[in-house]
């Protein structure tokens, strides 16, 4: 017999899945091990479960929506004996994220290891990829049977995703252009104890971005040259860089529609104690304004604090005149000058020469 309240399911009906979600990834995750060479890497807890996870049932359908961050504590036992301990950040596990897409901060709590970081992510990160695929069905079916209430009428589990995991043939119907709702998105972050040129460099540097973003970075300090940051999750083209003071690029993310780019500006704002790092980023989708700053956060502010200290040996590189002249340029340009220095001292003197 169906409910009055709610006859066919035809209400919107939420549900906080909050609290499941916390146990869910807790006995999802915890234990986990890969071990390599004698190398041996357990997930030992889950620190951090932060975001929305929410069941939705609407004419009969139901709609899971969540956005969360997860902190994963985890314990490395080496072959010489050596214990590590560290933390892995996964800023975003959302309905609509790809198994390919997630992120993953590799921290150690004391020191370096590269092999452990190559262990993690080469072989525990994978595994990592497909408990999080499957958390969408299991919410569903573990979850949802309360949502409905006239069970008169079977469930039809509607899974919001981004992508779909079956081919499907290209539609018949004329494609249309995709009108992208846009907004503005400001943010600052503190560095204290850092430089402006620092975090200039920690941005533009290859080097200095491989260390924090814990993987190959493309980015270069020439103008209107293009950018890669996480796996190519972040790409876009440096349109302006003054030294010390300000960056100006095109910044995208994947998972946007195709071929939409925002433009963000970076102000670096020296003071006695540090640096404050003022953003604005215009052009950003409507709805992702709370998870491009949290990104922005997660991804790259934390990460340069966290490892600041470990690039500031390097050495700074040759910075680009106006955007045009690389090195060689500089080279070429200073051996041309001193060419015609040469040639006018040799005009100059030619006449008081006697043969």
Known sequence: MSDMRNVNNWHWVNKDCGPWANKYFTNQLVGLSVSKNQNTVTITSLDECVGDVDLNQRKGK???????ALKLGWKANL??????????SVPEIAYDTDIDDYVFVIHLNQGDNNDIKKLIRADLTP?????????????????????????????????????NNVSLPPPAAKKEEVVVRT?????????????????????????????????????????????????????????????????MQTWRLKSWPKDHFSTVTLEFIEKEDGVTVKVIQLGVPVGQEEIIK??????????????????????????????????????????????????????????????
């Open 183 to 247: 907004t503005t998105v400001e943010h600052s972050f503190e560095f204290p104890g850092a430089s402006a040129r620092g975090i200039y460099e920690s941005l533009l540097d290859p080097a200095r971005a491989s260390v924090w973003t814990q993987g190959r970075s493309k980015v270069s300090k020439k103008i209107g040259s293009e950018f890669e940051f996480f796996d190519g999750n972040v790409h876009g083209v440096l349109l302006q860089a003054v030294p010390g003071q300000s960056i």
């Open 62 to 68: 139901l709609l899971a929506i969540y956005d969360v």
């Open 127 to 163: 595994v990592l990829r497909t408990k999080f695929s499957k958390f969408t069905n299991d919410l569903i079916e573990n979850y949802s049977t309360d949502l409905y209430a006239d069970t008169s009428i079977p469930p039809t589990p509607e899974l919001v995703q981004r992508k």
């Open 79 to 88: 072959q010489d004996g050596t214990t590590l301990f560290g933390h892995i």
């Open 294 to 355: 949290r990104n922005w956060v997660g991804y790259y502010w934390t990460s340069i604090k966290e490892n600041y200290n470990r690039y500031q040996h390097f050495p700074i590189q040759n910075d680009l005149v106006a955007g045009m002249f690389e090195t060689n340029h500089l080279i070429f340009a200073a051996a041309l000058v001193a060419f015609i220095l040469i040639a006018l001292t040799a005009y100059l003197v030619a006449p008081s020469l006697k043969f």
